[in-house]
């Protein structure tokens, strides 16, 4: 089994939960509060790993970090491409989580906004079916770097285009599977958002997009997977009692390229990811509440 390496994000997650999210000038009482680790790099790894593919974590922490290094050493994430920037902290989420499980979030890239171009290892997606898993909480030109270098190596490349930005032609082009949700869609699309399997896969009929397949993630919804010259394929989700959301979205796309790297197909792959958010959501905090091989393999 080829191996995955994430480029990314890491941070500590503060999250609160409350009753109702608070307005603008409103301050509500938290009814609880759990740290961990969390960015969207170190997030994605982790649900991979959970899952056993071997995985390898490109990403800058803090002098701070130590403690997230033991903590993602402890699932297994390959850190010898983590370095350590020692006039920045790690980066910082504060996460707030209503009682239906939505949330808002605020982020201090720290550590991340620090990570380069120079620090992307030379073995980057080396390996024959290599899966590289990139995202957007670090700089546009790693993230262009990474995706374009994996292209030249023959790896298979994953982009999750969070938070939404605009992204070069170019990159997209070497893109094999991009993976935004709707409001990331409309947003490089240069759309109006939408809401729905129904329209958004009126809009991928619509887009024109350079990259090689498109799997849009739909909340409770499930996902769509738009493959070239294929009609979209709606993924349903299974019914759960979400609380908390948080992660969800990291926790599809370390699913999705463990798949991948195991040799599914596409819409087998996006399939088993809707199923490992969907478990995700039923748990508070981000890591927490990933499953492992056992529990995706036990939901029908």
């Known amino acids: 089994m080829p191996p995955i390496t994430v480029v990314g994000s890491v941070n500590r997650d503060l999250v609160l939960t409350v009753e109702d999210l608070p307005r603008p000038g409103e301050t509500v009482l938290a009814r609880g509060f759990v740290e961990g680790v969390g960015g969207k790099g170190a997030n994605q790894a982790v649900a991979?790993?959970?899952?056993?593919s071997q995985v390898r974590l490109v990403a800058r922490i803090g002098a701070d970090g130590e403690p997230i290094r033991?903590?993602?050493?402890?699932?297994?994430?390959d850190l010898d491409a983590v370095l350590t920037a020692p006039d920045a902290t790690t980066g910082i989420a504060s996460v707030v989580v209503d009682r239906a499980g939505e949330n808002t979030i605020v982020v201090n890239p720290g550590a991340n906004a620090v990570l380069a171009v120079e620090d992307l290892p030379q073995w980057l997606a080396r390996t024959p079916g290599e899966v590289v898993l990139v995202q957007h909480e670090v700089a546009a030109e790693v993230v262009a770097a990474a995706v374009l270098r994996a292209r030249e190596q023959g790896g298979t490349v994953v982009l999750n285009p969070a938070p939404a930005r605009p992204v070069?032609?170019?990159v997209l082009a070497a893109v094999d599977v991009l993976v935004p949700n709707l409001g990331e869609l409309a947003a490089l699309l240069g759309a109006d958002p939408v809401s729905g399997p129904a329209a958004a896969r009126d809009l991928l009929e619509r887009a024109d997009l350079p990259c090689g397949a498109v799997v849009v993630t739909l909340g409770a919804d499930g996902a769509l997977v738009k493959q070239p010259g294929r009609p979209g394929v709606h993924l349903p989700a299974p019914v759960v009692d979400a609380v908390d959301t948080?992660?969800?979205?990291?926790?599809?796309?370390?699913?999705?390229a463990d798949a991948l790297a195991?040799?599914?197909?596409?819409p087998a792959a996006a399939a088993r990811a809707v199923r490992a958010a969907s478990l995700a959501v039923t748990g508070l905090g981000a890591q927490s509440s990933m499953p492992d091989a056992a529990q995706l393999d036990a939901v029908p």
């Not at 991979?48 to 056993?52: F, I, K, S, Y």
């Not at 948080?246 to 999705?256: E, I, K, Q, S, Y």
């Not at 195991?262 to 596409?266: K, N, P």
């Open 168 to 170: 070069d032609p170019a």
């Open 262 to 266: 195991r040799g599914a197909d596409l």
């Open 48 to 52: 991979a790993a959970r899952l056993g």
């Open 246 to 256: 948080v992660g969800a979205g990291d926790t599809f796309c370390g699913a999705l």
């Open 70 to 77: 033991r903590v993602l050493a402890a699932e297994g994430v």
